[in-house]
């Protein structure tokens, strides 16, 4: 097996998260598998296609979230790149 070719370190997760569009459509649940300084890899509960841009809901509430760009979709596979430096809280 080859080195290590990511920029970050990624750690091993298993978080449930809710995923929404920008516009506020509901897309689904997902489980944070792994998660580094810049994105995070999800699995869906269903192999819905995603849009490009999608806003994950982290908190049980809604309130705490991330921005997320879709960089890449394999069935119910996703890997994501934050948009902003930092999960946000919604005043």
Known sequence: MGAEQRKN?????????RM???DGQTLGACTMVDVSA????LILETPAAL???I??????D????RQCSVA????TTAGVHFISGRA???S
């Open 20 to 22: 929404i569009g920008v």
């Open 72 to 75: 890449w979709q394999s069935g």
């Open 38 to 41: 810049t994105g995070m890899r």
């Open 55 to 60: 806003i994950l809901l982290l908190s049980h």
């Open 62 to 65: 809604g309130q705490l979230r």
């Open 88 to 90: 946000t809280k919604r």
């Open 9 to 17: 370190v990624r750690r091993l997760v298993r978080q449930g998260a």
């Open 51 to 53: 849009p490009d841009h």
